[in-house]
């Protein structure tokens, strides 16, 4: 059951403009910036490590940068969890690439839809699934405050859209929806169990990444695109951005999580300032041969 008060508190902030929203997440984020010293020591680290920066100013930019867009990430969700889809779908000014999803529904294939912790993906989710003529499955783990998870997944749940738990039970639901041939949404970025992940690369560094998203894209007869909800400047809303899997599926476990990875890296080269830098995504004990050994980075 969801609890009122948390859901009224979303849904009055849900009403209120986007570019009063996307202001105020700036105001909050450089505030952040200043006062949350972990926060900036990891988004500083995975910045550096990252090489995207070409010199220090450009990487000190890029850093106060995340964190207002990181803000403004956390304030969009009210809206794509308690506005109806009509008034998300009216917020996406800008669409490209769609023609690969119509190609994927003309071919009767599985869909599998692939974004990094990216934009807005929450609502370029919802969006999708509005062009989706059968439901659209998206996989999730309980967030750290447990007294979102009913909020969330209710808002995730509406009209089109489905959610699978990080568990083997919602794999098996992931798997049975792309073999029905609809749809579902990974993001390939989360840390996994120990025992659901590979060490490779990512962003110059090593990194435990699940193997899930590259089997998915090893299913027969499905079709592998990523995409990105870009937050355009100034609260004038967003640009759903959607191509293709770039390069070959081999079926070995290690190099495909490598090439799902690599895909990864080139959008989040595209739009920078909207990834999530902040994610405490490098945790663990890389083996000895990784450690000191780097990638250069993918532009």
């Given amino acids: 059951m969801i609890q ?176 029905q041939g609809e749809a579902t949404i990974i993001l390939p970025d989360q840390f996994p169990k120990e025992g659901d992940g590979v060490w490779v690369h990512f962003l110059n560094q090593p990194a435990y990444t699940m193997t899930l998203a590259a089997k998915l894209a090893n299913l027969p007869n499905v079709s592998t695109l990523f995409f990105c909800g870009e937050r355009l400047p100034h609260g004038q809303g967003f640009a759903l951005h959607i191509a293709p899997l770039s390069g070959s599926l081999t079926g070995d476990k290690k190099q495909d999580t490598q090439l799902i990875n690599n895909n990864a890296e080139h959008w989040i080269a595209r739009f920078p300032e909207q990834y999530l830098f902040g994610y405490n995504r490098f945790k663990g004990n890389p083996p000895a041969d990784m450690r000191e050994q780097t990638m250069p980075p993918k532009h």
Wanted: proline fraction near 6%.
């Fill in 4 to 179: 009122k008060p948390i859901y009224l508190l979303f849904a009055l902030a849900a009403s209120l403009p986007l570019p009063f929203l996307h202001n105020l997440g700036s105001l909050f984020g450089l505030a952040g910036f200043y006062l949350g010293k972990k926060t900036r020591a990891r988004i500083t680290k995975n910045v550096h490590s990252s090489k995207l920066a070409q010199s220090n100013q450009a990487e000190q930019n890029l850093i106060k940068a995340v964190c207002r867009e990181s803000m403004k990430s956390g304030l969009e969700l009210p809206i794509a969890w308690t506005r109806s889809t009509e008034y998300i779908v009216s917020l996406f000014k800008q669409t490209h690439g769609l023609e690969h999803l119509q190609a994927a529904l003309n071919n009767k294939q599985g869909i599998l839809l692939i974004t990094p912790h990216l934009g807005s993906y929450d609502l370029a989710g919802r969006f999708l699934s509005e062009q989706l003529p059968f439901p659209l499955t998206a996989m999730y783990r309980p967030p750290k405050l447990r007294w979102l998870e009913n909020v969330m997944n209710a808002g995730r749940v509406r009209d089109n859209g489905r959610t699978a738990p990080a568990t083997l039970q919602g794999v098996k639901q992931i798997v049975r929806a792309l073999k």
